[in-house]
């Protein structure tokens, strides 16, 4: 059965600081994976997704996540946070149904990401 | 364009009455899907639903259940309803729910069970 880990439950980072979350997944089949953020009251926004080609992912608000097969990780990147960047991040995968359709997401527990002034 | 809606945004109930919540997917969108999300638990997939059709099941007990009408909207009913049911229920919309394809999330339903 497919899983993510996301080891660290809270991060807390100065502003201007880099970040980076871990993700671990485990998933029999080639994966898709994506990296979702999810602001207080608020339902999920997707950050950026990976499928293939090119290991290093671009997304918005100027996150980045490579993907690393040999190591199963999909960490997301930025390189200087901004205080509106609080908030829980997670990072989900999921892949090609024997049948067809959506395979529903696996999610991690996430990361509540916390920014100091 | 407009995005996912979901109604009510906030209901209480007590143990043992059912709940019907409900969601509009992105016009066009012809998948939906149901999410349930705790502190405890976290994030898990409930169900998928494509042209009126559950083509995907979480791990979840009978009492949760749902159906898609022919405009692709969406609604998602709990019978019976325990403590343990109060979540978020989000519910996530994609064009055809394709592996890999983005789904787009609601702002999801707040349940809680009195």
């Known amino acids: 059965a497919q899983s993510v880990t996301q080891p660290d439950i809270h991060i807390t980072v100065s502003e201007g600081a880099s970040l980076e979350l871990r993700c671990n997944y485990s998933y029999g089949a080639t994966p898709y994976l994506f990296w979702y953020v999810q602001s207080p009251g608020q339902g999920l926004q997707l950050l950026l997704k990976y499928f293939s080609g090119d290991t290093l992912v671009q997304g918005i608000k100027g ?8 190591q199963s ?3 997301l990147r930025k390189p200087s946070v901004h205080w509106s960047d609080a908030a829980e991040y997670f990072c989900a995968v999921g892949g090609l149904l024997s049948g067809g359709g959506a395979d529903g997401l696996t999610f991690g527990k996430g990361t509540h990401l916390i920014i100091q002034p | ?18 709940v019907t919540l409900s969601c509009s997917p992105i016009s066009g969108h012809r998948s939906v899907s149901w999410y349930q999300q705790t502190p405890g638990q976290g994030l898990q997939f409930l169900f998928e639903y494509f042209s009126e059709t559950q083509r995907n099941k979480g791990n979840f007990p009978g009492r949760f259940s749902g159906r898609q009408f022919s405009n692709s909207r969406s609604e998602m009913n709990v019978s019976t309803l325990e403590l343990g049911d109060s979540a978020l229920y989000l519910c996530a919309s994609s064009y055809s729910g394709s592996s890999g394809e983005t789904q787009y999330f609601g702002p999801g339903t707040r349940l809680l069970v009195l």
């Open chain 1, 73 to 75: 990780s999909f960490n």
């Open chain 2, 1 to 18: 364009k407009a995005g996912v809606t979901q109604t009510p945004r906030y209901l209480i109930k007590t143990r043992g009455q059912q």
């Open chain 1, 63 to 70: 996150f980045e996540a490579e993907f690393k097969r040999s």
